[in-house]
């Protein structure tokens, strides 16, 4: 067997970094593409690597041959690289094909060992090896029978977006027999070219073999092991995010705060959502609109002001809309100059943006603490403001409605506001009527500041969605005039146009969720090594106690299972302890990651 590369491409999407070197030797985490593929090939003990080469291949030649590998390697020059397309790179390696059976790569991929080794080893002669379509993906797609027979090279014409589940990338690697190329591809790649010219690419060659009765081409799909083709920036962006040591990996990816669409197949147990919320109805209605709202501009701030106070059953001149619960706290805290009182551990948040912050460090072993603790600690200290996010993140701690009216008078009798954060407060089960939302109480308190984040209850995290209350008009005003004339898009306010007539569907959603958190804890309480943490959000504190860090086992559940996890090694307030922090998914989402957490540990 022998294999060969196509790597005559300029690589213009690479910019300046294909400028003066071929694409394939752009670094990944300081190793060129070609020298990864070229070490990974050297390991099947082919008779020869035929690379195809183009732009800058003198430059290529000379890099190969400086690497250590005990496959021959032979170069055909493609001299015409400018104006051609890969379909003659392949054309001019023909004789090579006629010669052995060959594994076909593209050089712009990268992945991981398991890839490769799962068509060299695979008995079939013929195949394209293929992964599950991904919406931001581009390039060939493939549709396969039951049987893995490919039926259909898909066109633009052809593909459809709503059938999107039932397609095929292909990886472009491809496995060809001496037979199969004597027979099959070769001649039609010869009668390709001269009918339609050389700009084209090798995979229509194998679309007119697709259409054939006995073409003898197969898929075998990705079964393990990471890819990637990199054609960008960005994508070179992901795949040093993907293809690094376990410990960076992990690090990279987190410091990504999302985005992980890009990331086929990984398990989000790090960010906060409603796992049964929206529902299909409430998105099908949004997907019916989708058009509309995509090419129109959405409202002012005002009007969304009003929409998200007609939903609330609040005073419009009292709420204001933001693009994300973070849009409004950045304003706020920047405009008390005086200090500002903040829990830790907590959301962080706050304590970022409040130019004087006066930390509460709870102490207990539990992280739990009481409206008279903060009383306590705060009496005799000037403060504008204090801050409390109830359920607590990251710990679920709770404090009852009647005790955070307490703190509301007490904050009153010092000339401060509570700044209070109900992001987590539908998910709890404490009380039946446990918000301060409510425009009575926005009157009566008028140094009470509600912050809501729509993304953590509603589910709808991409929307960026959040909202402030306060009957405060220095407040709003103040926070108000930081804010742009648009700062939510059209989706965004089409959601809270509509999402009032979903609230029996929500209340479900919200009691489904509950059950599952019971069930998820009960699955985790048994893990011998794990210490859970009572929570009325939608997550579980989860304290590591068999000398084992979290920093490993967050590392070990990436790079192991695809799961990200919150690791909490450098929460602050919570040091010199071993914390995890997972989100409540659904019933078979959260049994992976239980069955994952008791292999690691047993």
């Given at each position: 067997m022998q294999?060969?590369?196509?790597?005559?491409?300029?690589?213009?999407?690479?910019?300046?970094?294909?400028?003066?070197?071929?694409?394939?030797?752009?670094?990944?985490?300081?190793?060129?593409?070609?020298e990864r593929m070229l070490k990974q090939l050297d390991h099947y003990h082919l008779d020869r690597i035929i690379l195809v080469t183009g732009h800058e291949g003198e430059t290529l030649k000379s890099f190969t041959a400086s690497l250590s590998l005990h496959t021959p390697i032979i170069f055909i020059d493609n001299p015409v690289y400018q104006t051609t397309n890969n379909i003659y790179s392949l054309y001019l390696a023909k004789e090579h094909l006629l010669r052995d059976d060959s594994i076909l790569l593209e050089s712009d991929l990268i992945f991981e060992q398991e890839v490769l080794t799962q068509i060299v080893h695979n008995p079939y002669p013929n195949l394209a090896l293929v992964a599950p379509f991904e919406s931001w993906m581009d390039g060939t797609v493939v549709l396969l029978d039951q049987q893995d027979n490919i039926t259909k090279f898909l066109t633009r014409k052809d593909f459809r977006f709503e059938d999107i589940h039932t397609y095929y990338k292909t990886v472009n690697i491809y496995k060809f027999s001496k037979s199969f190329s004597e027979t099959h591809y070769v001649p039609f790649l010869e009668a390709y070219s001269k009918a339609l010219g050389n700009n084209e690419y090798y995979e229509q060659v194998l679309k007119v073999i697709s259409l054939l009765d006995d073409h003898d081409l197969k898929a075998t799909r990705l079964e393990n092991g990471f890819w990637y083709e990199i054609d960008d920036e960005q994508d070179l962006d992901i795949a040093e995010s993907i293809f690094t040591d376990s410990q960076s990996r992990l690090s990279r990816i987190s410091s990504r705060y999302g985005g992980f669409w890009r990331y086929p197949g990984l398990l989000d147990f790090c960010y906060l959502v409603n796992p049964y919320f929206p529902n299909s109805r409430l998105m099908g209605e949004i997907k019916a609109s989708f058009e509309a709202l995509c090419t129109s501009y959405p409202s002012g701030l005002e009007v969304n002001n009003l929409l998200a106070a007609k939903s609330l059953g609040l005073n419009r001149d009292h709420v204001l809309t933001g693009n994300g619960a973070a849009e409004l706290i950045r304003p706020l805290l920047r405009s008390f100059q005086n200090g500002v009182g903040i829990i830790k551990p907590s959301f962080e948040e706050y304590g970022n943006c409040a130019k004087l912050p006066i930390p509460f460090t709870v102490t207990t072993p539990d992280f739990s603490y009481t409206v008279k603790d903060l009383m306590e600690f705060y009496k005799d200290k000037e403060m504008d403001a204090l801050v409390l996010v109830n359920p607590e993140n990251p710990t679920g701690n709770y404090i009852k409605k009647d005790d955070v009216i307490s703190l509301l008078d007490f904050c009153a009798e010092k000339s401060t506001?509570?700044?209070?954060?109900?992001?987590?407060?539908?998910?709890?089960?404490?009380?039946?009527?446990?918000?301060?939302?409510?425009?009575?109480?926005?009157?009566?308190?008028?140094?009470?500041?509600?912050?809501?984040?729509?993304?953590?209850?509603?589910?709808?995290?991409?929307?960026?969605?959040?909202?402030?209350?306060?009957?405060?008009?220095?407040?709003?005003?103040?926070?108000?005039?930081?804010?742009?004339?648009?700062?939510?898009n059209s989706l965004a306010e089409y959601f809270l146009q509509i999402f009032e007539k979903y609230q029996s569907d929500y209340k479900e959603a919200l009691r489904k969720f509950k059950e599952t958190r019971t069930l998820m804890y009960e699955e985790l309480r048994s893990i011998r090594q794990l210490k859970l943490y009572p929570s009325e959000a939608n997550f579980i504190l989860c304290e590591i106690t068999d000398g084992c860090s979290a920093s490993q086992i967050s590392e070990l559940l990436l790079n192991r299972y695809n799961i990200l996890v919150k690791d909490l090694s450098h929460k602050s307030g919570m040091e010199g302890r071993e914390f995890i922090r997972i989100?409540?998914?659904?019933?078979?989402?959260?049994?992976?990651?239980?069955?994952?957490?008791?292999?690691?540990?047993?």
């Open positions: 294999a060969i590369i196509l790597a005559a491409g300029m690589g213009r999407r690479l910019k300046k970094l294909t400028e003066h070197q071929p694409k394939c030797m752009v670094l990944v985490n300081q190793v060129p593409l070609i506001y509570l700044l209070l954060d109900e992001s987590f407060l539908d998910f709890s089960s404490a009380e039946d009527d446990p918000s301060l939302m409510n425009q009575d109480i926005l009157d009566a308190y008028p140094n009470l500041i509600l912050i809501k984040s729509i993304s953590k209850s509603y589910g709808v995290p991409g929307l960026r969605l959040g909202i402030l209350a306060c009957s405060d008009p220095s407040v709003t005003g103040l926070v108000r005039k930081e804010l742009p004339v648009w700062n939510i989100a409540i998914r659904t019933k078979e989402d959260n049994k992976r990651l239980a069955d994952a957490l008791k292999h690691i540990l047993r």
